[in-house]
């Protein structure tokens, strides 16, 4: 009996969890070997582990090269959190957090996930506003944090607008940016407190904020942008009073990635696969804010 019951519990191993431990050991290898390469481009250090693409590399390569004053992140927009940009930093270097997703059924995917009780992540559920953001932000009570990640797919810069860095002051914030804006206009979808990307246009391709417009309420903020990820759609900004040798100032022009994507869909909701500049075709006309002065405008 006692020999069935141990072989059970062997055979009871999740084959997630063991593939969960290659993947952190590949990381781990691939961080140590980050000071072995010659100084490069930022985007160049990046390495995918559990990022939707090469950020777990660029996050460890910012938090080896500039002050932490606290090894706290938050994110929101993690969905079920398969596919983020501070489950590896979490991980494989213990930093604590808060995720936050708008989809009940994802939180507590992640509460019931066999990670969740081996460190200290807190997961909520919760749309986030304009309105909501910095009460949210008060109730977890973090202050001088490592990094903020901001992927909502809609009101992005509006959201950074809102936020009260004076507590919070990340060392790092990451934001989703659409490439499909470009990089000479300082734009953004008009603020919608209920802004869901696909009711917006059936495409998809009508959500967040310009590069330029990202830039630009970070450095209101006081933060420089340093570089963007190499699949186009994630912006770094670091605190100005952080930046160094190793981590230096871009302008959009320099640190500007198009990206590739071709999730465009058609009113039924079927793939079509536009890609170059037959995106910003499809959504030309539509309504956009400038970030910068305050004006409606089109795209």
Request: hydrophobic share 40%; charged share 25%; proline share 1%.
């Amino acid at each position: 009996m006692n020999i069935i019951r141990k072989k059970k519990k062997k055979n009871s191993i999740k084959q997630p969890y063991r593939d969960q431990t290659q993947l952190l050991a590949l990381g781990k290898l691939l961080m140590n070997q980050q000071h072995l390469l010659p100084k490069m481009d930022f985007r160049d250090y990046g390495f995918k582990i559990f990022s939707q693409f090469d950020d777990d590399g660029l996050i460890q390569y910012l938090i080896k090269n500039i002050r932490i004053d606290n090894k706290i992140f938050i994110e929101f927009g993690v969905e079920d959190y398969e596919e983020s940009n501070t489950r590896f930093l979490m991980m494989n270097n213990n930093w604590q957090g808060l995720v936050m997703d708008g989809s009940n059924d994802n939180i507590m995917k992640i509460r019931k996930a066999g990670y969740f009780w081996r460190y200290d992540l807190m997961a909520k559920s919760v749309f986030i506003t304009r309105e909501n953001i910095n009460v949210l932000l008060e109730e977890y009570g973090a202050q001088d944090i490592g990094l903020l990640s901001i992927d909502l797919d809609g009101n992005d810069a509006h959201i950074l607008e809102a936020i009260d860095m004076k507590t919070l002051n990340p060392s790092i914030i990451i934001v989703e940016y659409n490439s499909i804006f470009g990089k000479e206009r300082a734009i953004s979808v008009p603020y919608d407190k209920s802004f869901i990307r696909r009711e917006k246009h059936y495409s998809g391709l009508y959500y967040g904020a310009s590069l330029r417009a990202l830039s630009h309420m970070a450095k209101e903020k006081g933060y420089a942008l340093i570089g963007c990820n190499s699949f186009g759609n994630n912006a770094y900004f670091v605190r100005n009073d952080l930046i160094n040798e190793s981590v230096m100032e871009k302008s959009v022009e320099e640190a500007f990635v198009t990206s590739h994507f071709r999730e465009s869909r058609d009113i039924s909701g079927k793939l079509t696969f536009l890609g170059g500049s037959r995106r910003i075709e499809c959504i030309k006309g539509l309504k956009v804010i400038n970030m910068i002065n305050g004006e409606e405008e089109l795209i």
